[in-house]
């Protein structure tokens, strides 16, 4: 039995028909200690066959070691969305990325065929004044249907700058994680860190916010 209902497939086909460069992603499982790499690897699998254009790699968190440390994987399980070429941009879903999550990952896959970012003019200036290494965690739960909407965000901002690294941590998954970073509701996000935003707030505001904190 499949993980997506016949109408999300429907769904999902017709917006992957607007796919237009060939997108790579990477999933790094684990055979110890990892609740869900196995559903997982199935969604990755399940959603790369709707699509002649995705293209998925399957490395093992201690047999890949060498693979594993080249892209800095943290922890299982773990996607990467890549571009043709292999770039990495960054970009890590910690976790399972099911429920409202699978938005966050159906948009990238997207944004990086069509190598198009929505956001202004003006806000992607102020992300371009960012010139320090930055790390955004943004804690998610697969019902929320607010967190997409700041993972969507952080992702953006990691294909506009190199310097920052966007991580989508799913927090029922990550519990230790989300009690250091005193999670008590989703989403939360973690610059660096050391600075916090919580909840979901529009996007020119959580830009601002990162800005004038960090430039």
């Given at each position: 039995m499949?993980?997506?209902?016949e109408?999300?497939v429907?769904?999902?086909q017709?917006?992957l028909?607007?796919m237009?460069d060939p997108?790579?992603?990477?999933?790094?499982?684990?055979?110890?200690?990892c609740r869900?790499?196995r559903?997982?690897?199935q969604?990755i699998?399940e959603f790369?066959?709707y699509?002649?254009?995705i293209?998925?790699?399957?490395?093992?968190?201690?047999?890949d070691s060498?693979?594993i440390q080249?892209?800095n994987?943290e922890?299982v399980?773990?996607?990467i969305?890549m571009d043709?070429?292999?770039?990495d941009?960054?970009?890590?879903?910690?976790?399972?990325?099911?429920?409202?999550?699978?938005?966050?990952?159906?948009g990238?896959?997207?944004q990086i065929?069509k190598n198009k970012?929505?956001?202004?003019?003006?806000l992607?200036?102020?992300?371009?004044?960012?010139?320090?290494?930055?790390?955004?965690?943004?804690?998610v739960t697969?019902?929320?249907?607010y967190?997409?909407s700041?993972?969507?965000l952080?992702?953006?901002?990691a294909l506009?700058?190199p310097l920052i690294k966007?991580?989508?941590?799913?927090?029922?998954e990550?519990?230790?994680?989300g009690?250091?970073a005193n999670?008590k509701?989703v989403?939360?996000?973690?610059i660096?860190?050391?600075?916090?935003?919580?909840?979901a707030?529009?996007?020119d505001q959580?830009?601002h916010?990162?800005?004038?904190?960090f430039?």
């Open positions: 499949g993980i997506f209902s109408n999300d429907k769904v999902i017709t917006h028909e607007e237009i997108v790579h992603l990477v999933f790094v499982k684990s055979e110890k200690n869900y790499c559903e997982c690897r969604l699998m790369a066959n699509s002649d254009r293209y998925v790699s399957v490395f093992d968190f201690e047999e060498k693979e080249e892209l994987v922890r399980p773990a996607i969305p043709k070429n292999m770039t941009f960054g970009i890590r879903f910690y976790g399972i990325p099911s429920g409202y999550e699978f938005q966050s990952l159906l990238i896959v997207l065929s970012v929505g956001l202004r003019d003006e992607k200036t102020l992300i371009a004044r960012i010139q320090k290494p930055m790390t955004i965690q943004t804690f697969p019902v929320c249907s967190c997409p700041i993972v969507r952080i992702h953006k901002m506009l700058n966007a991580e989508m941590i799913e927090v029922t990550f519990p230790e994680l009690k250091e999670v509701g989403p939360k996000t973690i660096n860190k050391t600075f916090e935003i919580e909840g707030i529009p996007e959580f830009i916010k990162i800005v004038e904190n430039t």
